[in-house]
């Protein structure tokens, strides 16, 4: 018997259900882990809150996974020609939207959300039955018998066997038309590592790579096989036996906070399993975290729809990833908020609300123009939650700001408009002769006009290398009152030579001899300093604007000057090796220069990206990589590699 073709279109309209299912968990996950307790300061004994921080942490790792499973998604997507889902239906779902024994809405963590998430991670053939309060409102099949050209939904008791329902189709779907002709969409607007550190980011070129991520999926989390150790269905087995195990010593622990069940921002048209916000404070919260939220998926749309490896594209994910965690803070926050006066035992929560459309916009000035000002729009709209009290909300607001500024710079430069502020003071055209010149200050910047350069110093980046000093002490007068700079007084050449020598950037120089000013370098370094900064050498543009060709940057994380070095590391004894180990061989980068966009993360790292090659104070090579998160907070046990040590360190970059 001829099995029944299988069409492109009803492949996409499964994948469009799995993002959304992969969505719905990652948000359910996140809702449940945002309600936890923090700490003795918030009712639990030392015992509770060591296990509670752990559960924490291991329920947020399980929604990355569902991240890393919802770029495999969008991914597969796109090899098919398709343009990823990035929409869903708000919580709770309705009957059919999913078969019946999928229930989705957003709970605080208990045992019932426990049992709730074993249920939903259940391998195949598991007897787990689902938690207390989740049972389907009413039990219905999807699909229809017969074939139809229209899609529609259809039943599957794990989500492992919906996966392998998809794979099927796929391989029917090469076997009817070709492979080539199957994965006929643009590798370039997948998301790769380039953009993103998520297992789930590996292109699809082929089934055989289709295959494989579905297979990650699976057993990483969805119906891995039980002896999977590691597997989301087991975290949560380990999670509830710690739960037993504390509810026999103490029968009232209560880990988490009474946040809503499925919370809303308007009166609900059907109120049953819904809770209505009216806390002013807790909805000011709730509606700047679900705007957050919004704008995040608006960011990784567009992502989609940028041709990479690109600077615009890079600037896209990274900026939803730095939404993501302010909206943590702002989730965190308002499970802790009453929830208003008709629900006088109950707390608030995030309702992560939908857009009614979150698909890309059309790449290019117009969406530039749109994601500037809706990041405006964020930053001013929580300015009011920045003078609460509270330091999460507090907290959130600066890193929207941060982040607001660094896109309005990083997509004006992507444009071709003129920076906000040119990276060095801009030169009289009639210059003053003489060794006894005026200096000109502007904006932190001295200036002196030669009469063959123009020279100038800009002394909050300097970390007193020394070379000036030493290699052309006639223009660098040390340690003496009134004018201090003569660039006179030294053969321009030595003096452009010694300009070059200078690591942190704050000598530099424009020529009026015809001759060419300083140039980018042939290949993109950065050097791990002994005990001290990052010294970068490239085309650099520094948190979206541009910073010339040489900097050093702090990664002790006791700079005054942050992301520059102040000299600190030598204030607080820091103690880290300019030697770290070699990584991994790489192949040489092609090219090996090119912008280096460094985007310092408020209260993170040091996302770099562009050709880069890290290498020890002694010239060794460490690394060589296209993009790379370094270390700031002096932290880390993988230096000059962030490992999340800011997080636990409570570092501030500013």
């Known amino acids: 018997?001829?099995?029944?073709?299988?069409?492109?279109?009803?492949?996409?309209?499964?994948?469009?259900e799995a993002a959304e299912l992969e969505h719905?968990?990652?948000c359910t996950y996140l809702y449940a882990a945002f309600s936890l307790k923090d700490g003795e300061g918030e009712g639990l004994t030392a015992d509770e809150a060591r296990a509670v921080a752990g559960w924490r942490r291991t329920i947020l790792d399980v929604a990355i996974d569902e991240m890393g499973h919802l770029v495999a998604v969008w991914n597969i997507t796109s090899a098919l020609g398709g343009a990823p889902r990035f929409g869903r239906t708000n919580f709770p779902l309705d009957p059919g939207y999913l078969p019946a024994g999928v229930v989705v809405k957003l709970a605080p963590f208990s045992a019932a959300v426990l049992q709730h998430f074993i249920h939903l991670e259940r391998p195949h053939g598991s007897t787990e039955p689902d938690g207390p309060g989740f049972a389907p409102e009413h039990d219905y099949s999807r699909g229809a018998p017969g074939a139809r050209l229209t899609p529609m939904g259809v039943d599957y008791e794990t989500v492992g066997d919906f996966y392998a329902a998809i794979g099927s189709d796929l391989r029917r779907l090469v076997e009817?038309?070709?492979?080539?002709?199957?994965?006929?969409?643009?590798?370039a607007l997948q998301l790769s590592p380039s953009e993103i550190d998520l297992q789930g980011a590996a292109p699809v070129l082929c089934l055989k790579t289709a295959l494989a991520a579905?297979?990650?999926?699976?057993?990483?989390?969805?119906?891995?096989?039980t002896h999977t150790d590691d597997s989301h269905f087991q975290k949560f087995l380990a999670i509830r036996t710690e739960l037993d195990a504390l509810r026999q010593r103490n029968?009232?622990?209560?880990?988490?906070?009474?946040?809503?069940?499925?919370?809303?921002?308007?009166?609900p048209p059907r109120p049953q399993d819904r809770v209505w916000i009216q806390d002013p404070a807790a909805v000011a919260t709730v509606d700047a975290a679900n705007a957050a939220y919004g704008l995040m998926l608006r960011l990784l749309a567009y992502a989609y729809a940028i041709p990479g490896p690109a600077a615009e594209k890079s600037l896209a994910v990274d900026s939803a990833i730095d939404l993501m965690k302010a909206l943590t803070l702002l989730a965190e926050h308002a499970a802790r908020l009453p929830a208003g006066p008709d629900h006088p035992d109950c707390h608030a929560g995030v309702s992560f609300t939908a857009l009614r459309d979150a698909g890309s916009l059309p790449a290019g000035r117009a969406a530039r123009r749109f994601l500037t000002e809706r990041f405006t729009e964020l930053a001013e709209g929580v300015q009011s939650l920045a003078d609460s009290g509270h330091a999460r909300p507090a907290a959130a607001a600066r890193q929207i700001s941060a982040l607001s500024q660094r896109v309005a710079r990083g997509l004006e430069r992507l444009a071709g408009a003129p920076a906000p502020r040119p990276p060095v003071a801009a030169v009289d055209p009639a210059p003053t002769a003489g060794p006894t010149a005026d200096i000109r200050q502007e904006d932190g910047v001295e200036t002196v006009e030669g009469e063959r350069l123009t020279l100038q110093f800009e002394g909050r980046r300097c970390i007193h290398a020394r070379f000036c000093v030493t290699g052309a002490p006639t223009v660098f007068l040390a340690n003496v009152k009134g004018p201090w700079l003569h660039p006179d007084t030294l053969d321009v050449e030595a003096l452009t030579a010694i300009a070059h020598a200078c690591p942190s950037g704050a000598i530099r120089y424009r020529r009026k001899d015809g001759r060419p000013d300083e140039t980018a370098p042939?290949?993109?370094?950065?050097?791990?300093?002994?005990?001290?900064?990052?010294?970068?050498?490239?085309?650099?543009?520094?948190?979206?604007?541009?910073?010339?060709?040489?900097?050093?940057?702090?990664?002790?994380?006791?700079?005054?000057?942050?992301p520059f070095c102040d000299g600190s590391h030598h204030e607080i004894g820091f103690?880290?090796?300019?030697?770290?180990?070699?990584?991994e061989a790489t192949e040489m980068l092609d090219p090996r220069n090119g912008p280096l966009a460094i985007d310092p993360q408020t209260d993170g790292p040091l996302v770099v990206r562009g050709a880069l090659e890290i290498t020890s104070g002694t010239g060794r090579m460490v690394s060589r990589v296209t993009s790379a998160r370094l270390c700031r907070c002096g932290a880390s046990a993988n230096k000059p590699f962030c490992d999340g040590s800011h997080a636990r360190v409570g570092f501030r970059s500013s």
């Open 251 to 267: 029968p009232d622990f209560a880990p988490a906070h009474p946040a809503a069940h499925n919370p809303v921002l308007r009166r």
């Open 24 to 26: 719905n968990l990652m």
């Open 214 to 225: 579905f297979d990650a999926i699976v057993a990483q989390g969805e119906g891995a096989p």
């Open 522 to 562: 042939p290949v993109n370094l950065a050097a791990v300093r002994e005990a001290g900064p990052y010294a970068f050498r490239g085309e650099l543009v520094l948190d979206g604007a541009p910073a010339g060709f040489r900097a050093t940057l702090c990664r002790c994380g006791a700079s005054r000057n942050k």
């Open 1 to 16: 018997m001829t099995p029944t073709p299988v069409s492109r279109e009803h492949i996409l309209h499964a994948l469009y």
């Open 575 to 583: 103690d880290a090796t300019g030697e770290p180990a070699t990584t």
């Open 176 to 187: 009817q038309i070709g492979e080539a002709a199957a994965f006929c969409g643009d590798p």
